[in-house]
């Protein structure tokens, strides 16, 4: 056979294996119609959209978490304009995601497929976008910061990698537009500082190819594109004023930092209860996976000179991802940790090819970029974050990319005589039949996707798949809401199981952060601060599990019943 014809019959080997991984792609696509959450989506959404309702960004929103939701504005502004609602708003956010995700993945594959065979580059970004973080479908805080820190380090792994002098001003433009990523990112993310940091440090002090001048000036231009943000953010903040900002707010100081109702977002005073929990709190997701992970180390390096040494790897690692999946499937985390527990293969893999492949120099360029940075993310967040270790996943989750380009490296130095491109897809699409798996197993706030069955045919969660009840509900209460307020309703505060209210209306919220009401000196202290006592009140009927006795009297003192409308009581000041 000729070497065209055999390289036509190699293609046509793997064509089945691309068109299955396309269905997949879809069936992960479709799963964000699938499920609404009540709780922390509508709550970003909210978070953004409230700013375009009438609340001062920085100023009249008292909560860390706007910075990051604010990225949202512009296309939440764009939708409300175009449809004059916001029908349809949560699926809308969605449909930005995914969007998004597919544009973010194929830039990665762009950048990848440069120094990287194009399977492996292809295979690496497919399992990590189908890994959906939380199992939420739109972009929220912890998204963006994701976004934005692939966007510069992927930037800068490009400039650094393949740097001469004849391409230094496009490496200069690279670091530049990844100085504006990281700048965003940490504006999403404010603790990120710690990973801008060090890349700043990687464009100083690693060496590759390139001169003392040439890193010098990439850490200049990374310097300035983060600059450039910092510039257009404190035009905003002295075209509003500084002492205006909410940090600043004497109500906020009083009630301490705590009061936006995410405790802990910057503070350090739990620090070592909170590296305690992170190592005996995910044991558990990796205990059983680990004995499976050491087994695959040691056959790589027991099994030197067995030739099925690649296949016996490659099927233990697999079982061991399996039984992480298995344990952790009921888990909304789940994909992040199975993508956690990937990124553990990183270095073993490159200490066995760093000699034997032409691509030493660029794992470990993509080594010291993507998979440190992934693993000083993920202390980031679980040093910060309110949910302290289960957040650690989130960071690191990005290490699992490099993961993948090296296994294909291994598979191709291999003896198998099955090709080895089709045995890597073979491989990557059990990988991506587990993400499938994990993200229709389960949901954020708990009804199984398999359980849903009927559309939502009006209101903010329009469009979306969920259960019979939740179709009926929101058929109802949007329309029992408007039939209350008049046009000289003005405000709305809403209960911390109700937040979806805030969406159906254009009324302002009258709330220091959409979590109201949980600090009810605070609250008080806001409504004498802006807007007065709300015009509409909206509490769920099991609103007196988590609400403060005081507010919940302050309640009955000065609003009347409006109306109760499947499960939600509607107040009316009196």
Same mark, same amino acid.
């Given at each position: 056979?000729?070497?065209?014809?055999?390289?036509?019959?190699?293609?046509?080997?793997?064509?089945?294996?691309?068109?299955?991984?396309?269905?997949?792609?879809?069936?992960?696509?479709?799963?964000?119609?699938?499920?609404?959450?009540?709780?922390?989506?509508?709550?970003?959404?909210?978070?953004?959209?409230?700013?375009?309702?009438?609340?001062?960004?920085?100023?009249?929103?008292?909560?860390?978490?706007?910075?990051?939701?604010?990225?949202?504005?512009?296309?939440?502004?764009?939708?409300?304009?175009?449809?004059?609602?916001?029908?349809?708003?949560?699926?809308?956010?969605?449909?930005?995601?995914?969007?998004?995700?597919?544009?973010?993945?194929?830039?990665?594959?762009?950048?990848?497929?440069?120094?990287?065979?194009?399977?492996?580059?292809?295979?690496?970004?497919?399992?990590?976008?189908?890994?959906?973080?939380?199992?939420?479908?739109?972009?929220?805080?912890?998204?963006?910061?994701?976004?934005?820190?692939?966007?510069?380090?992927?930037?800068?792994?490009?400039?650094?990698?393949?740097?001469?002098?004849?391409?230094?001003?496009?490496?200069?433009?690279?670091?530049?537009?990844?100085?504006?990523?990281?700048?965003?990112?940490?504006?999403?993310?404010?603790?990120?500082?710690?990973?801008?940091?060090?890349?700043?440090?990687?464009?100083?002090?690693?060496?590759?190819?390139?001169?003392?001048?040439?890193?010098?000036?990439?850490?200049?231009?990374?310097?300035?594109?983060?600059?450039?943000?910092?510039?257009?953010?404190?035009?905003?903040?002295?075209?509003?004023?500084?002492?205006?900002?909410?940090?600043?707010?004497?109500?906020?100081?009083?009630?301490?930092?705590?009061?936006?109702?995410?405790?802990?977002?910057?503070?350090?005073?739990?620090?070592?209860?909170?590296?305690?929990? &992170?190592? !005996?709190?995910?044991? @558990?997701?990796?205990? #059983?996976?680990?004995?499976? %992970?050491?087994?695959?180390? *040691?056959?790589? =390096?027991?099994?030197?000179?067995?030739?099925?040494?690649?296949?016996?790897?490659?099927?233990?690692?697999?079982?061991?991802?399996?039984?992480?999946?298995?344990?952790?499937?009921?888990?909304?985390?789940?994909?992040?940790?199975?993508?956690?527990?990937?990124?553990?293969?990183?270095?073993?893999?490159?200490?066995?090819?760093?000699?034997?492949?032409?691509?030493?120099?660029?794992?470990?360029?993509?080594?010291?970029?993507?998979?440190?940075?992934?693993?000083?993310?993920?202390?980031?967040?679980?040093?910060?974050?309110?949910?302290?270790?289960?957040?650690?996943?989130?960071?690191?989750?990005?290490?699992?990319?490099?993961?993948?380009?090296?296994?294909?490296?291994?598979?191709?130095?291999?003896?198998?005589?099955?090709?080895?491109?089709?045995?890597?897809?073979? &491989?990557? !699409?059990?990988?991506? @039949?587990?993400?499938? #798996?994990?993200?229709?197993? %389960?949901?954020?706030?708990? *009804?199984?996707? =398999?359980?849903?069955?009927?559309?939502?045919?009006?209101?903010?969660?329009?469009?979306?798949?969920?259960?019979?009840?939740?179709?009926?509900?929101?058929?109802?209460?949007?329309?029992?809401?408007?039939?209350?307020?008049?046009?000289?309703?003005?405000?709305?505060?809403?209960?911390?199981?109700?937040?979806?209210?805030?969406?159906?209306?254009?009324?302002?919220?009258?709330?220091?952060?959409?979590?109201?009401?949980?600090?009810?000196?605070?609250?008080?202290?806001?409504?004498?601060?802006?807007?007065?006592?709300?015009?509409?009140?909206?509490?769920?009927?099991?609103?007196?599990?988590?609400?403060?006795?005081?507010?919940?009297?302050?309640?009955?003192?000065?609003?009347?019943?409006?109306?109760?409308?499947?499960?939600?009581?509607?107040?009316?000041?009196?």
């Amino acid at each position: 056979m000729s070497e065209p014809d055999a390289i036509k019959t190699s293609k046509n080997k793997y064509l089945p294996i691309l068109i299955i991984n396309a269905v997949l792609i879809l069936a992960v696509i479709f799963r964000a119609f699938l499920c609404i959450s009540v709780m922390d989506e509508v709550f970003n959404i909210g978070q953004a959209l409230r700013s375009l309702q009438g609340n001062t960004f920085l100023v009249e929103n008292w909560d860390y978490f706007q910075t990051g939701d604010s990225f949202l504005i512009p296309f939440i502004f764009v939708f409300t304009r175009i449809t004059g609602s916001t029908e349809g708003i949560v699926l809308f956010s969605r449909i930005v995601f995914i969007v998004l995700q597919l544009l973010l993945a194929t830039f990665l594959y762009k950048i990848l497929s440069r120094f990287f065979d194009r399977i492996s580059s292809l295979f690496a970004v497919i399992i990590y976008s189908t890994a959906v973080s939380f199992l939420l479908f739109y972009m929220w805080y912890d998204n963006w910061e994701l976004f934005f820190r692939l966007i510069g380090l992927f930037l800068v792994f490009c400039a650094i990698t393949p740097f001469d002098q004849k391409n230094a001003k496009k490496a200069y433009l690279m670091v530049f537009i990844a100085g504006i990523a990281h700048a965003c990112m940490v504006f999403a993310y404010p603790t990120m500082i710690v990973l801008y940091v060090y890349v700043l440090a990687i464009l100083f002090f690693y060496r590759r190819k390139q001169s003392a001048k040439a890193h010098n000036l990439m850490a200049l231009f990374y310097i300035l594109g983060s600059a450039l943000v910092f510039a257009v953010f404190m035009l905003y903040v002295l075209k509003i004023g500084i002492s205006n900002l909410f940090i600043f707010n004497n109500a906020m100081a009083e009630a301490g930092l705590s009061s936006t109702g995410r405790e802990g977002f910057f503070s350090f005073a739990s620090m070592i209860e909170k590296i305690i929990a &992170l190592f !005996s709190e995910n044991i @558990v997701f990796y205990m #059983f996976p680990m004995v499976f %992970f050491a087994v695959s180390i *040691l056959i790589l =390096y027991v099994f030197r000179k067995n030739k099925h040494r690649i296949i016996m790897f490659s099927v233990v690692m697999l079982t061991g991802c399996i039984v992480h999946v298995l344990m952790t499937v009921f888990r909304t985390d789940c994909l992040n940790t199975l993508m956690t527990y990937l990124s553990l293969y990183t270095i073993p893999l490159y200490l066995l090819v760093r000699k034997k492949t032409d691509k030493g120099r660029q794992f470990k360029d993509l080594i010291m970029i993507m998979w440190v940075t992934s693993y000083i993310a993920g202390f980031v967040y679980s040093m910060t974050a309110l949910n302290g270790a289960i957040k650690f996943s989130a960071g690191t989750r990005t290490g699992a990319i490099v993961t993948i380009l090296l296994l294909f490296e291994v598979i191709k130095m291999s003896e198998m005589k099955l090709d080895r491109k089709t045995a890597f897809g073979i &491989l990557a !699409s059990v990988m991506v @039949v587990m993400n499938v #798996f994990a993200v229709y197993s %389960f949901s954020f706030d708990g *009804l199984k996707p =398999y359980e849903c069955s009927a559309m939502i045919k009006s209101g903010i969660f329009k469009g979306i798949i969920d259960s019979p009840e939740s179709s009926r509900r929101y058929s109802v209460v949007e329309k029992d809401l408007a039939e209350v307020i008049t046009d000289s309703d003005k405000t709305i505060a809403c209960g911390p199981f109700a937040m979806e209210f805030y969406l159906m209306t254009d009324l302002t919220p009258d709330a220091a952060n959409l979590w109201d009401p949980n600090n009810t000196e605070l609250t008080f202290q806001y409504y004498k601060t802006y807007y007065g006592e709300p015009d509409i009140i909206v509490l769920h009927d099991s609103a007196g599990d988590i609400t403060t006795p005081e507010f919940l009297e302050f309640v009955e003192e000065n609003y009347e019943f409006a109306k109760y409308t499947d499960g939600f009581i509607i107040y009316r000041h009196k």
